[in-house]
């Protein structure tokens, strides 16, 4: 038996939205560790290939109870209709598009962006025929000069990796519905701890799961977040048949993320803000990137957007390479690796790592210099990091 969530606030929904109970009434959500379920009848085998009724399931591929105790908390916490879980944050992008996409249509997308959502734009959707025009997100003129009548989605990421770029949600949502287009949104930076987008007016949200949802760095997964018309009629015919399904064991370790996840953000957040403060105007750095500061470009956009700057900062550090490996090497505490969103402090060299093959030009375009650090705010003591970030940039 299902409770009704809709009056709860997200905190509470975060404990118990979706939460169905086995006969035996657990407290912690079940893993239902299995791809299929028994049929009492040949009859009810029939009626359920013909109409799936609330709550019963034919194969895992594209349904199992954990996994839709996932999919309806996320759905609850994000305000959407309806949610599919996914084995990957790229699977979820690219069902997101390529199900909503066919030969002949369009697709204006912002430039930054994660290397492996323009591989399926540029790539696999350039190949069936999708042509994607490529503008700098945070300019309305280049949105709006690239949408045109055969537009059939936007995309981009509500805020950039690795440079912090702040997309103006509402603005970017008003254009592209003027031709029928679907918002589709990589909210990741956001986290649904501080996301509006469906309010903003976003069609399609996406989330890599792998980041602030699961939180400890242990699993691969995604989800995506629209209309019950969206999701049912169109995304999971495509996700049904494809197979890039989320498993039971890893949709229970992200319900458990979602218990925590705004805590953890909120708290993550409040570091990212003070090793932020701690830096701006440091004698060693070129530059700190942070939305949450006054100093950030869209720094008013981001707190009308979200409300908050994220766990994420980025700095330059005057020297380049040579010196950002200095720091990065002197680090005690933040360790050097790619993920985010994790209760660890993560720090990442993106021009010689994640954005490597990104050719010359573009990290000129998208402000990937040589000294350029990415940080992941994690949950250590804040204080403990800011000493670690000053004492290794002595080194730098
Ligand atoms: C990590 C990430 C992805 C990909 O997610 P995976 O779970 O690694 O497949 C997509 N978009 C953004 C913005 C990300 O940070």
């Given amino acids: 038996m299902k409770k009704d969530t809709s009056n709860w606030s997200a905190r509470t929904k975060a404990v118990h939205a979706g939460t169905r109970r086995s006969q035996y009434n657990e407290v912690s959500e079940a893993i239902f560790m299995t791809q299929g379920f028994v049929y009492e009848t040949a009859e009810s085998a029939e009626q359920r290939f013909i109409k799936l009724g609330e709550d019963e399931f034919i194969y895992a591929r594209y349904g199992n109870p954990t996994v839709a105790m996932f999919e309806e908390r996320c759905a609850a ?7 599919f879980a996914c084995g990957s944050g790229m699977a979820a992008v690219n069902a997101a598009l390529v199900s909503m996409l066919r030969a002949g249509d369009h697709v204006v997308s912002a430039k930054a962006l994660f290397g492996s959502c323009l591989y399926i734009l540029e790539e696999i959707l350039g190949r069936y025929g999708v042509e994607t025009t490529f503008v700098d997100g945070t300019d309305l003129e280049q949105w709006k000069a690239a949408i045109r009548p055969n537009t059939k989605a936007v995309f981009f990421e509500s805020v950039s990796n690795p440079t912090l770029e702040v997309i103006d949600i509402k603005a970017v949502a008003e254009m592209a519905h003027a031709v029928g287009a679907k918002v589709v949104v990589d909210n990741v930076f956001a986290t649904p701890v501080y996301s509006k987008a469906i309010e903003l007016g976003v069609d399609v949200v996406v989330y890599s799961t792998t980041k602030h949802i699961d939180g400890q760095g242990r699993a691969l997964g ?26 039971p064991f890893t949709a229970w370790i992200m319900l458990k993320g979602l218990e925590t996840l705004e805590l953890r953000v909120k708290a993550q957040t409040a570091t990212a803000e003070a090793i932020a403060k701690a830096l701006e105007g440091h004698p060693k750095l070129e530059r700190v990137i942070y939305p949450g500061l006054a100093s950030h470009a869209q720094h008013d956009l981001c707190m009308a957007q979200m409300g908050a700057g994220g766990t994420m900062v980025g700095y330059e550090i005057k020297g380049g390479r040579d010196a950002a490996f200095r720091f990065m090497n002197a680090l005690k505490i933040c360790v050097i690796s790619n993920n985010l969103g994790d209760a660890k402090t993560i720090i990442t060299h993106p021009f010689t790592t994640t954005h490597q093959r990104l050719p010359q030009e573009q990290k000129d375009h998208l402000g990937i210099t040589t000294g350029l650090i990415r940080m992941s705010a994690g949950l250590e003591d804040s204080q403990d990091l800011v000493n670690d970030v000053l004492q290794a940039l002595e080194q730098a």
């Fill in 77 to 83: 916490l994000e305000g959407a209709e309806d949610a």
């Fill in 222 to 247: 995604g989800v995506v977040l629209g209309t019950r018309e969206f999701i049912r009629g169109t995304l999971e015919p495509y996700m049904k048949h494809t197979g890039a399904a989320m498993s």
